[in-house]
């Protein structure tokens, strides 16, 4: 299968030419209005958007839109909308902290053992959600330098508690599978770095870019190699879709799952549960539903913290424990990303005594049973303040 045209380098780089069995990436309100994806008296409004943040949907996403569905939830993610310019309190540029976290540019070093490379801040779509919207575009997101790229891998070399690299963006798999292999070497060279996870939207909105280039670019013989793919909600999971993480999975490399909590898209269990239950189909795990960030212009789509829990909740009763997503936020200003579901255990005043909430909400007490009756003795239950 031959890619799409695809990034080289930092320098001259056109739109993302995308390739499609049927037309180009719509890109403007124009476009979308002569798609007939947007009425055209909405025109004047969606440009002040479109001017402020980048507008793209593929072919393979237009397709999907039923413009006669006013809540369509594949347009609700992608086409913009005049509360976007509308900052709620709470949101900013940066919500979950990169910047105060990038010792060098295209890198942030949040946790211990891992660290992200932004390798470039271009995607084929726009989502209308993106935490990192203020930074993703095709004006202000091109590929890492050169020079960026080698500071940027002197500082992970440096760090022999760098055990997994993260490589995001914008979406790293618009990178050629040239550009894609020569990261990969570069960072199999690095003994202390055991695992690659590429973080990427392309199997799902632009299937065709999985190239057979792009899967041996992938492969590292040093390291074990895993894609966090994201989608929201099961249309997105077409048969294009699912034959380009085939392609990712036979080539042996596991796939996991990121989705965002977005209201309008995915609140209710019926459509999350699809959702979930098409990933494991595709041979994905589930691994993350995040709540959504508090980027600038997003408060329309996003649900309140008790009903995400109450969703995911219900999905816990319903759904194979390989359905399971954790449910997360990321903490805004950068202290990192922490589990918010439903708890289901509740501790009692006496130590080993707690209380145990089954999935239908019955609650069941549960009396521990060790063979050190002493250790029993002195066992408290986490203290939510301790490290
Ligand atoms: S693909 Fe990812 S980085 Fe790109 S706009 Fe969507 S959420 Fe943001």
Redesign the pocket.
Known sequence: MTPAATLDSGAGIGPIALMSKTDKPVTTPAGLAAAGLIPPDELGRLEAVAARYAVSITPAMAELIDPADPADPIARQFVPDARELVTAPGESADPIGDTRHSPVPGLVHRYPDRVLLKVVGM?P???RF????EM?GPEQGAPLSEAEQSAALAYVRERPEVWEVILT???PFVLSPRRIAEITSALSAIPHVQVLRWHT?VPVVDPQRVSDELVAALRSTAQAVWVAV?ANHPRELTPAARGACARLVDAGIPLVSQSVLLRGVNDDPDTLGALMRAFVACRIKPYYLHHGDLAPGTSHLRTTIAEGQQIVRRLRGRLSGLCQPTYVLDIPGGAGKVPIGHCHVHPSEAPGDYCLEASDGGRHSYRESVGDQEQLAKSRPLDPGSP
Do not use: K
């Not at 993106?130 to 919207?133: S, T, V």
């Open positions: 995607c779509v726009y989502c993106c935490f990192r919207r993703v963006g914008g979406d939207r994201h």
